[in-house]
Every structure is written in C-alpha cells, then in structure tokens.
C-alpha cells in the first residue's frame, strides 16, 4: 500500500511540475486572442496554434484508446481466469491516462469549437462590409448566383444590374 502511495505522490509531483511549465506560457497565449481586432484575429489565425490544438487532441484520442483497450484486455483476462486481480497498479494508471486523455480532449476541443465560432462572426462582419455587384443576364445564372449569395451572407450587400 504504501508503494502505491508513493507511486502516486511520484505522478502527482510530475503532474504539477509539468503543469506549471506548460501553463504559464499558454494562458500569456491565450491572453493574445482577447486583443483587439489585427492582433487577436491574427493570433486565432496562426496555423501553429491549430497544430498545437489538432495534434493534442490526436494525442488524447490516441491515448484514450490506447488506454481503453488495456483496460478492457486486463478486465476479460480476468473473465477468462488469467488473472486473479482485477483492479491493479496498471488498471489504476491506466484509467488515470484515461480520464487526463478526456479532460484534454474536451478543453483543446472547445477551443477550436471557440476558434471556429470567431472565425464565422468575423466572416459575417466582413460580408456586411462588401459590396457586390452581379450582372444578371438571360439565362437565369445570375438571379441564382444573386438568391444563392444573399441566403448564405446574410446582411451583405447585392446589387443586381
């Protein structure tokens, strides 16, 4: 038992001293996105940020699984009478990657969630700052470019000639 105690207080240590390391330059970051407009839209923009995001949510997904599958061999091998104990070190490890893998996946995921949302406001900002001219001819291309644009841009600003 007391193994286990210090094996968690081992992870817990290099939990927190990761943690501190990683968040001190992430919240100077996400500062950066609540600057006005050039420096904030820039900063949602960067294609490092995306790659950041997609690839920690590719690793919590990994991880996930990964863990998922250990945990659910470990649980039938017991099913099967291959292992005495059910719930070890590893299940516990295991089931603790587990929940970190979700937990990581659903902030990264809500932030990208929060980028995509951002990017469509400002689009639609945009769109209501354009002016666009569209020659409608006979055959009818024109009025339904003209009906298609006006249903997908609402507020921006048509004029048929």
């Given at each position: 038992?007391?193994s286990?105690?210090?094996?968690?207080?081992?992870?817990?240590?290099?939990l927190?001293?990761?943690?501190?390391?990683?968040?001190i330059?992430?919240?100077k970051?996400?500062r950066?996105l609540?600057q006005p407009?050039p420096?904030g839209l820039a900063?949602r923009?960067?294609?490092?940020?995306k790659?950041?995001?997609?690839?920690f949510?590719?690793?919590?997904?990994l991880?996930?699984l990964?863990?998922?599958?250990f945990?659910?061999s470990q649980?039938l091998s017991?099913?099967?009478?291959?292992?005495?104990?059910v719930w070890?070190?590893d299940?516990?490890?295991?089931a603790?990657?587990?929940?970190?893998a979700?937990?990581?996946?659903?902030?990264?995921g809500?932030l990208?969630n929060?980028?995509r949302q951002f990017?469509?406001k400002?689009?639609?900002a945009?769109a209501?700052?354009?002016r666009?001219?569209?020659?409608v001819?006979?055959?009818g291309f024109?009025?339904q470019?003209?009906d298609?644009?006006?249903?997908?841009i609402?507020?921006?600003?048509?004029?048929?000639?």
């Amino acid at each position: 038992m007391s193994s286990q105690k210090e094996m968690l207080a081992w992870y817990a240590a290099a939990l927190l001293a990761g943690l501190v390391v990683w968040i001190i330059p992430w919240f100077k970051i996400q500062r950066e996105l609540n600057q006005p407009q050039p420096i904030g839209l820039a900063a949602r923009l960067e294609q490092v940020r995306k790659l950041y995001l997609y690839f920690f949510i590719l690793l919590a997904t990994l991880t996930f699984l990964g863990s998922t599958i250990f945990t659910l061999s470990q649980f039938l091998s017991s099913l099967l009478g291959a292992r005495n104990n059910v719930w070890d070190t590893d299940m516990s490890l295991a089931a603790a990657y587990a929940l970190l893998a979700v937990l990581i996946w659903l902030y990264h995921g809500y932030l990208l969630n929060q980028d995509r949302q951002f990017e469509l406001k400002t689009q639609s900002a945009l769109a209501t700052q354009a002016r666009v001219v569209i020659v409608v001819d006979g055959d009818g291309f024109g009025q339904q470019l003209f009906d298609k644009l006006q249903g997908d841009i609402p507020g921006i600003s048509l004029q048929p000639i």
